[in-house]
């Protein structure tokens, strides 16, 4: 049995026109590989999309990919990941599934009060898949409390387990903002849990479980994820063996700063210096700044010339990060968070209980705002008016509240 798993393409991620294209580049690139690797079913484990409705032109491109890996006969199975899930329940993965291009395994029944999954069989292996849809700010979590298990983990045969979830008892030092939940959540005995949604890799055997796996990103979808794994990748299973296949699409150079006790004119001089004896054609030049300036702004360094330089030496896209960067007389106040979301999640926590409402607890309070700013995060669809996008969101948030808006 020879298969592959893929996470976390976010198509339609990067806004800049320079980068715009570029996870559907990496996402074309593993799409080939896996014909060339003549894989006998692809996994997608959540985030295809960037968003539940994403850009005609992106989504053009991957409905052609898709059909060439139907033509080819290779299956694709899929679950929706926090980004691919719209709170109204329409996601763009219902009408590619419609149009027979991939299968989503999140298929099942509600049997008083719990979840039953059900199997989805791949026909030419055996394999037998079912998994769990991701949604923001982890509130998936919920259904895994009310999931049936018993028929799962029964089940005999080669199992295999799609989630969009991150793992307590794989999380690293530096993950731990990150929303998580217990592995004991999940349902026991499955060959191959195909993880998403944490962008990492990460291959672990879990007693009673089996081989937990995280591929990371098809491509690095910040400036810290291009600054940390510079490269995205797949893992590629075959046999009972597991590799990671990479996917270059542009070379990463980082320069990286003190500018402790700095002026603006000497950081200039510290870039200038890495930089003059190099050339950077295909690829991106990652600028970190860090530390105290001894005198000035941060925005009395020339970076327009710094620019201008790296561009003239074919560099195909240069990036700043000065969060770190400080002076004397400002310090910039910082959040312990990894992400948008986990930011979020700290804020919520840290004004949970301000105002009482009869009959919710802390808990209870904190899933309704997440609910609620998932609803309000929701994209005005193409070609929709104003007046019914209103509608649309009036409408969910009334359900999420239950009341008349």
Known sequence: MKFAHIADSHIGSWRDPKLRDISTIAFNKAMDKCIEE???????????????LPRIDNLKTVVGKFKEIKDKNIPVYIIPGSHDFSPSGKTMLDVLEEAGLFVNVVKGEEIDGKL?????????????????????????????????????????????????????????????????????????????????????????TMEGYGRVAYPGPLFPNSFSELEKLERGGFYIYEDNKLRWEPIQVYNIFKIIIDC?????EQVYDKIINEIKDKEFINSIVLIRLFGSLGAGKPTDIDFKEIFTTLYDKSAYFVMKNTNALTTKEFEEIKIDAKSVEDAETSIIKEHLGQVKVKGMDTHKE???????MSILSTEKQEGERVNDFDGRIKEDASKILKVDL
């Open 116 to 204: 039953k999954l059900n199997f989805t069989i791949d026909k030419k292996t055996g394999a037998k898949i079912t998994g769990m849809l991701g949604k923001r700010y982890s509130l998936e979590k919920e259904y895994y409390k009310n999931l049936i298990t018993e028929n799962l983990e029964q089940e005999e045969g080669f199992k295999i387990f799609m989630l969009h979830s991150g793992i307590d008892e794989l999380k690293h030092e530096d993950m731990q903002a990150i929303i998580s939940q217990p592995i004991s959540l999940l349902p026991k005995n499955f060959d191959y849990y195909a993880a998403g949604h944490v962008h990492v890799v990460e291959d672990r």
């Open 260 to 264: 402790n006790g700095l002026d603006p």
């Open 38 to 52: 003549n894989v006998d079913f692809i996994l997608i484990c959540g985030d295809l999309f960037n968003t539940s």
């Open 366 to 372: 904190e899933s309704l705002i997440k609910e609620l």
